[in-house]
């Protein structure tokens, strides 16, 4: 076991972990954070991102040792005050949900890629979300959401 402290959605966690333990099991069963969404173990889908010291990563692909320091917003983390951060009211507005599986992993990424000023045309928002999936819509609906909250942002 290692000692760590990690701050998640402004509250600084300290917690015991085996170094095998990954960042999505660590936000999902030791701190109940559960819309972070497992979905491949492989990367390959995002439904798991999350912002690592403000920059959008697959929690499966980072052991919770790692984190150790840092500072983590999970979905739950976004919205203040019970007002919707901008690109969930954009999600809302632009009917850009579907089952809901993958949007807070589609959320935390489009955060990101506005935050970093990478969401300037639909080709960027298409690029910039590429490594992660949505099994149930054609994105249409998500690209315009992700332009509606970085036109709002900027």
């Known amino acids: 076991m290692r000692s760590v402290a990690i701050t998640v959605n402004g509250e600084r966690r300290e917690l015991q972990l085996e ?3 990954l960042l999505v099991y660590v936000l999902r069963e030791r701190l109940a954070l559960t819309g972070t ?3 491949c173990d492989t990367s390959s889908c995002g439904a798991c991102t999350v912002l690592l010291d403000g ?3 697959k ?3 980072v052991l919770g ?3 150790d320091g840092c500072e983590i917003t999970t979905i739950e983390g976004l919205a203040m005050n019970g007002a919707l951060h901008p690109v ?3 999600f809302h507005e632009q009917h850009a ?3 809901g599986y993958c949007t807070p992993g589609m959320v935390m990424a489009a955060v990101s890629l506005i935050e970093s000023g990478e969401a300037g045309s639909e080709k960027a928002i298409r690029e910039g979300l590429e490594g992660n999936l949505c099994r149930c819509t054609g994105y249409h609906n998500i690209v315009k959401a992700v332009a509606a ?3 709002v942002t900027a």
């Open 19 to 21: 170094p095998r333990e």
């Open 37 to 39: 969404n497992v979905g």
């Open 55 to 57: 920059e959008s990563v």
């Open 59 to 61: 929690s499966c692909t």
């Open 65 to 67: 040792v790692q984190a």
């Open 88 to 90: 969930q009211q954009a």
């Open 97 to 99: 949900l579907q089952c």
């Open 149 to 151: 909250a970085a036109s």
